[in-house]
């Protein structure tokens, strides 16, 4: 009798024991440390949101977020979080990989990148040493608008770890990450290292970013801490519910059109056009069609800008004339000539050029004299909001009933103006013009 209790004695004891040990744990000897909740349920995606990726960029096996590092772009919470201690392990199964962790950040990519607004930990393969500007063993820094003040070391705006403490790929790494009031500290395998202070924001998205390294995660926890009550200021804006429709890897949801492959391309978080597409029908459709949405989008020029000339167009849509009734030109740099179709109807597009009049006008309805003349003002850009060529811009097109509005670089320049006859419905295009032009950041909200 004496003997059966010993042994199971003995096999309760190891069973709490294996129990213990199973846990994460703060490095405290006293025991594994209360108030955390799992962040990742080691099944599923659920409570994430897969910002600007391809769908099999971010997936789930044998307890660990997998991430193949393409494209570039991000996976965050669907929740915000303010005041909090976050604990997660990670490995990079390729030398030199590069990643990280985005936390207070925004729901979507910032302008002209596809990275989101945020505080940056960075998570770094070792392989790569250490530079002048950054290492691989825990840096902090803002990015993208955010604003911190480091701890030291620093240089910029960036915290270096005191010490050198991350194992190489394929070695797992634990990170403790503590967000209070403004405040940030990284502890690397065990010990603080880095950090900053004065944080902006200082209540936003946590996000793991994908930068072209194959990385895992597992073990993602987070135990909350009570309010610092920040401002509207300090807080990053709420997911207003914009989904991609552009995965960063292929043209899936778009039509392609025999002639055009090679010149409409995937390229990462950019999609490309070199102005040179075969194709009988060049632009480039969503596969989809939408009623009312807010369409967000960035584009660029990517080729040569050169002096043209071209017509002066007056605030009310009219061309200025000289006094013998001739239309007045000016000579200006220019890159070229493209545009966003609205609703399958190559009439309502919102124009991208180099005009001094600006983008963001409707030139199908503008150019068109039989258009009343009230409806030819309201289609005229109020200012030119472009930035220089070369620059990324961001539209927010806003289509609702038969009402457009137009924000170019946070300046409304179309506001609520109606377009006759527009189609109800009908796919979203970019416009071939014959020119280059990248576009990112394709997002669509419907009404």
Request: overall charge neutral; proline content about 6%; charged content about 20%.
């Amino acid at each position: 009798m004496m003997r059966r209790c010993f042994h199971l004695m003995t096999i309760i004891t190891f069973a709490c024991n294996a129990v213990i040990l199973a846990q994460p744990t703060n490095g405290n000897a006293t025991g594994p440390e209360q108030g955390f909740v799992p962040l990742f349920d080691g099944r599923s995606l659920d409570g994430w949101v897969n910002v600007n990726c391809a769908p099999n960029t971010w997936t789930v096996k044998d307890g660990m977020i997998q991430c193949t590092g393409v494209p570039t772009g991000a996976l965050r919470t669907q929740k915000q979080y303010e005041n909090f201690v976050l604990e997660l392990e990670w490995r990079h199964l390729v030398p030199g990989g590069n990643a990280g962790l985005f936390v207070w950040a925004e729901p979507i990519s910032a302008p002209g990148v596809p990275f989101l607004r945020a505080i940056e930990v960075q998570i770094l393969d070792n392989a790569y040493g250490k530079s002048d500007w950054f290492t691989t063993h825990g840096d902090i820094f803002p990015i993208h608008g955010s604003t911190m003040k480091p701890d030291a070391p620093s240089r910029g705006s960036r915290s270096f770890p005191k010490e050198m403490r991350s194992n190489s790929s394929p070695e797992w790494n634990h990170y403790r990450v503590t967000c209070n009031n403004g405040v940030i500290k990284l502890a690397v395998n065990g010990k603080e290292v880095s950090g900053g202070q004065d944080c902006i924001y200082r209540k936003g998205y946590i996000a793991l970013e994908s930068e072209g390294g194959k990385v895992d995660y597992r073990n993602i926890r987070i135990k909350e801490l009570p309010s610092t009550h920040p401002t509207p200021d300090e807080t990053a804006p709420l997911d207003e519910g914009f989904k991609s429709i552009y995965t960063g890897v292929d043209l899936s949801g778009w039509v392609v059109h025999e002639g055009s492959e090679d010149h409409w391309r995937a390229a990462d978080w950019k999609l490309t056009y070199d102005g040179k597409s075969k194709a009988e029908i060049k632009h480039l459709w969503t596969r989809e069609t939408y009623k009312d949405f807010i369409m967000i989008c960035d584009w660029r020029w990517s080729g040569e800008a050169a002096k043209r000339e071209f017509p002066i167009v007056l605030p009310n849509g009219d061309y200025a004339q000289d006094a013998q009734g001739n239309r007045r030109t000016e000579v200006i740099q220019s890159a070229g000539d493209s545009g966003i179709f609205l609703r399958g109807n190559t009439k309502s597009q919102v124009n991208i050029w180099n005009w001094s009049i600006g983008s963001g006008e409707v030139y199908g309805y503008r150019n068109d004299p039989n258009t009343d003349p009230a409806v030819r003002a309201a289609l005229t850009p109020r200012v030119k909001a472009d930035n220089a060529i070369g620059k990324w811009n961001r539209f927010i097109i806003t289509m609702q009933g038969d009402k457009l509005t137009v924000v170019l670089n946070g300046i409304t320049v179309i506001e609520k103006a109606r377009l006759p006859n527009v189609p109800e419905s009908g796919p979203i295009g970019l416009q071939h013009h014959g020119d280059p032009i990248e576009f990112a950041s394709l997002y669509v909200k419907e009404l």
